[in-house]
T-cell receptor
Framework: NAGVTQTPKFQVLKTGQSMTLQCAQDMNHEYMSWYRQDPGMGLRLIHYSVGAGITDQGEVPNGYNVSRSTTEDFPLRLLSAAPSQTSVYFC????????????FGPGTRLTVT | GNSVTQMEGPVTLSEEAFLTINCTYTATGYPSLFWYVQYPGEGLQLLLKATKADDKGSNKGFEATYRKETTSFHLEKGSVQVSDSAVYFCALLSNFGNEKLTFGTGTRLTIIP
């Protein structure tokens, strides 16, 4: 049981490049989400999904796309990277419903130059 | 909307000191409340939780009590250790709407021997 896995761990992009951050979980969790963590701002929700084929926007969705074709995978796509997207990105998953623990991946540190 | 306000950091304490990190919240309905901890270079992991008023969550010597009358969920530990040095996040999960987990901005705790 690997939990929530993310790849890559580190990435450097040039402005305008695109890339996909990968996230997978093996706990059969319905709910998956992506956050970005910036100094002094806590974690902000980018996108989330309540099941395969269903996604929705969080607080800061601009510049990011997601899809959920399987229960296990929830990739995050940066369409045209900007320096403002320099951040640490965390994927998380949990059982749907109030009170359930959210499990986090180890994070991807992204730098856009 | 929902929000979480937690004590500004950083907090520096000597080993064996008493710790309190304040957390207050604003939410509709009856949210579940969580404390997450992030050790250097890692993702977040659940420290403790409480799902209804007057519940006390506890783990690894940390405690927090869900106080609906003061909308608070303060984190306490009687005797901190160097290994407790980390960033602590208070969070809530509302039972209304889309089940988004809302985080505070985090409090960095450093324990000196």
């Amino acid at each position: 049981n690997a939990g929530v896995t993310q790849t890559p761990k580190f990435q450097v992009l040039k402005t305008g490049q695109s890339m996909t951050l990968q996230c997978a979980q093996d706990m059969n969790h319905e709910y998956m989400s992506w956050y970005r963590q910036d100094p002094g701002m806590g974690l902000r929700l980018i996108h989330y999904s309540v099941g395969a084929g269903i996604t929705d926007q969080g607080e800061v969705p601009n510049g990011y796309n997601v899809s959920r074709s399987t229960t296990e995978d929830f990739p995050l796509r940066l369409l045209s990277a900007a320096p403002s997207q320099t951040s640490v990105y965390f994927c998380a998953s949990r059982i749907a419903g109030v009170g359930y623990e959210q499990y986090f991946g180890p994070g991807t540190r992204l730098t856009v130059t | 909307g929902n929000s979480v306000t937690q004590m500004e950091g950083p907090v520096t304490l000597s080993e064996e000191a008493f710790l309190t990190i304040n957390c207050t919240y604003t939410a509709t309905g009856y949210p579940s409340l969580f404390w997450y901890v992030q050790y250097p270079g890692e993702g977040l992991q659940l420290l403790l939780k409480a799902t209804k008023a007057d519940d006390k969550g506890s783990n690894k010597g940390f405690e927090a009590t869900y106080r609906k009358e003061t909308t608070s969920f303060h984190l306490e530990k009687g005797s901190v250790q160097v290994s407790d040095s980390a960033v602590y996040f208070c969070a809530l999960l509302s039972n209304f709407g889309n089940e988004k987990l809302t985080f505070g901005t985090g409090t960095r705790l450093t324990i000196i021997p």
